[in-house]
């Protein structure tokens, strides 16, 4: 089992800047990739930004230039620096966390930290 908690959003004006943080905690050793996903009311989860178990890293389109995902396996955290926000940014923000254990792929969730962007 692995616990996801996020932290760090909350309101800010359009061209702002918003630093996200989930920490993990659990069997920390068994997770692989690491990733912050956003969802509005009515709409697809979508994915922002991974850091992969290789340290790769993977940005959607709309954030590219923006938005920095970054890891610490020594602390077990996750970050997600946004800057230059937009409106259209809005949403609720998840930490995502996928463990293997033998051969089976867990996906773990953190309970979301809402961003708001007003412009």
């Known amino acids: 089992q692995v616990r996801l908690v996020e932290s760090g959003g909350g309101p800010v004006e359009s061209g702002g800047s918003l630093r996200l943080l989930c920490e993990a905690s659990?069997?920390?050793?068994?997770?692989?990739?690491m990733s912050w996903y956003r969802q509005n009311p009515g709409q697809e989860r979508e994915r922002v930004a991974q850091?992969?178990?290789?340290?790769?890293?993977n940005y959607a389109d709309s954030v590219k230039g923006r938005f920095t995902i970054s890891r610490d396996k020594a602390k077990n955290t996750l970050t997600l620096q946004m800057n230059s926000l937009k409106p259209e940014d809005t949403a609720v923000y998840y930490c995502?966390?996928?463990?293997?254990?033998?051969?089976?792929?867990?996906?773990?969730w953190g309970q979301g930290t809402q961003v708001t962007v007003s412009s």
């Open positions: 850091v992969q178990g290789d340290g790769s890293l």
């Open positions: 659990g069997d920390v050793s068994c997770i692989g990739a």
């Open positions: 995502n966390a996928d463990a293997k254990v033998l051969l089976t792929v867990y996906h773990y």
